[in-house]
C-alpha cells in the first residue's frame, strides 16, 4: 500500500519562508516523479510545482517561480517544497502526490496523480 505523508507546513507572516517535507513509502520512489499542489478555500486544487525522479527536471506554476524551490533525496524517500517570499495568497494547504506512472504525460494535471497525502496548511499572514 503506497502511503504519502506531508509535514512542515504552519503560519508564517508575509516574506517569510516554510520548508514542506513529504515521505513516501509502498512504492519504489526513486522511480517516479513526484508532485505538489495547493488548495485554497472554495477553489479548485491547483499544481504547485513537479520533479521528475532523479530530480534533474523541475516544472512550476507561473506563481511561485522564483520564490518555491521543489527537490528530493530519494535515499530517504522524501520530497521537498521549500517556499520562500511567501504572500497572503500562498495560503492553501498543500498535497503531496505521486503519480500512476514514473513519468507522468501531464505533469500539472490532478489526473496523473493516484496517490495523495492527508494535506499541510500553510497560511500567510500579511
Known amino acids: 500500500q503506497v502511503q504519502v505523508v506531508e509535514s512542515g507546513g504552519g503560519l508564517v507572516q508575509a516574506g517569510g519562508s516554510l520548508r514542506l517535507s513529504c515521505i513516501v513509502s509502498?512504492?519504489?520512489?526513486?522511480?517516479?516523479?513526484m508532485a505538489w499542489f495547493c488548495q485554497a478555500p472554495g477553489k479548485e486544487r491547483e499544481f504547485v510545482a513537479a520533479?521528475?525522479?532523479?530530480?534533474?527536471?523541475?516544472y512550476y506554476a507561473d506563481s511561485v517561480k522564483g520564490r518555491f524551490t521543489i527537490s528530493r533525496d530519494n535515499t530517504k524517500n522524501t520530497v521537498y517544497l521549500q517556499m520562500n517570499s511567501l504572500k497572503p495568497e500562498d495560503t492553501a494547504v498543500y498535497y503531496c502526490?505521486?503519480?500512476?506512472?514514473?513519468?507522468?504525460?501531464?505533469?500539472?494535471?490532478?489526473?496523473?496523480?493516484?496517490?495523495w497525502g492527508q494535506g499541510t496548511q500553510v497560511t500567510v499572514s500579511s
Open positions: 520533479i521528475g525522479y532523479s530530480g534533474s527536471n523541475t
Open positions: 502526490a505521486t503519480p500512476f506512472r514514473p513519468t507522468p504525460s501531464s505533469y500539472s494535471t490532478r489526473d496523473s496523480y493516484d496517490v
Open positions: 509502498g512504492r519504489t520512489f526513486s522511480r517516479y516523479a
